[in-house]
Nanobody, 124 residues
Framework: HVQLVESGGGAVQAGGSLRLSCEAS????????MAWFRQIPGKEREGVAS???????VYGDSVKERFTISQDAAKNTLYLQMDRLRPGDSAMCYC???????????????????WGQGTQVTVS
């Protein structure tokens, strides 16, 4: 299993930005597919964005053109740049990984075996 550690969460005013990071313990970063999810208490975990080992990306409708997912394979690190944040973006954010890429189920949390502990994002 891959160990994942998120960081970069915090409190920000609406319209502001945050950059989340997720460091993976695996020496071999590729060929993993990485993703960001978020969850509000009492609600299901929501897919935010995903990126495959070759850099192909996909985003949830609510974050398109505001959030950008990227990765640095040399640092084994995944990023999520979040701009124009809204109060509705407040959630616990998690990174996750799996060993294959699919645009058909990238948003399904049950398809990811490895998860980080989460980092809280609060927008007021």
């Amino acid at each position: 299993h891959v160990q994942l550690v998120e960081s970069g969460g915090g409190a920000v005013q609406a319209g502001g930005s945050l950059r989340l990071s997720c460091e993976a313990s695996s020496y071999t970063f590729r060929p993993y597919c990485m993703a960001w999810f978020r969850q509000i208490p009492g609600k299901e975990r929501e897919g935010v964005a995903s990126v495959d080992a070759d850099g192909t990306t996909v985003y949830g409708d609510s974050v398109k053109e505001r959030f950008t997912i990227s990765q640095d394979a040399a640092k084994n690190t995944l990023y999520l740049q979040m701009d124009r944040l809204r109060p509705g973006d407040s959630a616990m954010c998690y990174c996750a990984t799996r060993t294959y890429w699919s645009v058909y189920n990238w948003f399904d949390p049950s398809k990811y075996p490895d998860w980080g502990q989460g980092t809280q994002v609060t927008v007021s």
